[in-house]
Structures are given as C-alpha cells and as structure tokens.
C-alpha cells in the first residue's frame, strides 16, 4: 500500500471516530505553508507545507496530518547535494484564549521519510519518527474560517534542527 494511501485511510478513520465524540467538540480541517530553517549553514531554506485534520473538545486538541519540512539543497559549488523531509505526524495542542487571539502549544511526533542525493543520485533513506512543538496564533475571521501563523521546531533531523514559520488558513465545522 502506497504511503499516501495509508495516510489517507489513517485520516478516514480519525474522522469516524471524531464525528461519533460529543456534540462540544469540532472538527477543523488546517491548511498551511511557509518557510523551513535548516540549523545547518551548509543548507539553503526551502518551503514548509502542512495540511491536517483536527478534534477540538474544549482547551484540547488532537491532529493528524502530513508535513513536508522541505527539500535542503547544499550551498556549495563542489557538490549538488539535498535533504528531502516529508510524512505524517499527530499532534497534541493545548489552546489559551485572549481578546485578540487564540494561542496554540502542541507538541507531536512526525514518521519523517528522508532522503539525500548527491549529484542526482539517491544516497541514503531513512524513516524515523521526530519530535516536534510548534506555538500558533489563531484568528477567527468568521464562523468557521480563521487564518493561522504559527512557529514549528524540529530538533536533530539528519544532524540539523529545523525550524519552520508558516500562514495558513483552518475550517472549522
């Protein structure tokens, strides 16, 4: 079975069993991109994308989705070498509201794929699971529709930490 596959039936059941939990609770759907950081002087930015379907009950929240931390090229002119970092995750958020905004904590763990190629060439593959915390901002604009700026934090992946900062949008219903 394809890992898209997977995903997306890992993403069907977590909607069953959200839509059978109390009336209280929402389902959001999030929406995101922006830029990831490699700690790593050697490696360029690149762009962060994150999509994930979520279960409010109350301050908490539980996600799943799938993130793709980028692909890392080397900055050097000796040799044509990349990162690519991308899979599914789940996420723990603890939400604190205030006038302005809602602030999100979450701290979650990603089944990252990476690869690294050299001039081409597939080096190294490598899946492991990954730590994660990420600090949002939330804004509803209307019943259901809110844009989302948020902070995610990755520490050690293939001998970097990587940081992202990305926009977003989430449906709520």
């Known amino acids: 079975m394809s890992k898209f596959r997977a995903t997306l039936l890992a993403a069907l059941g977590f909607t069953g069993l959200v839509m059978a939990g109390p009336a209280l609770a929402q389902v959001e759907l999030d929406f995101s991109a922006g830029a ?29 989705g799938y993130l793709s931390l980028g692909d890392f090229e080397l900055d050097s002119d000796v040799a044509d070498a990349s990162i690519t970092m991308r899979g599914p995750y789940m996420q723990a958020v603890r939400r604190f509201e205030t006038r302005l905004l809602t602030w999100e904590l979450g701290a ?42 948020s902070y995610l934090y990755f520490n050690d992946r293939l001998g970097s930490d990587v940081s992202a900062l990305a926009v977003g949008i989430r449906f709520s219903f």
């Open 36 to 64: 990831s950081f490699p700690s790593a002087s050697d490696y360029d930015s690149d762009v962060f994308a994150n999509t994930s379907l979520g279960y409010r009950m109350g301050d908490w929240s539980a996600r799943a």
């Open 108 to 149: 979650g763990a990603a089944r990252l794929e990476s690869e690294a190629e050299l001039s081409g060439r597939l080096l190294d593959e490598q899946s492991e699971w990954g730590a994660f915390v990420e600090v949002a901002g939330v804004r509803q604009l209307v019943d259901g529709f809110s844009l989302k700026g």
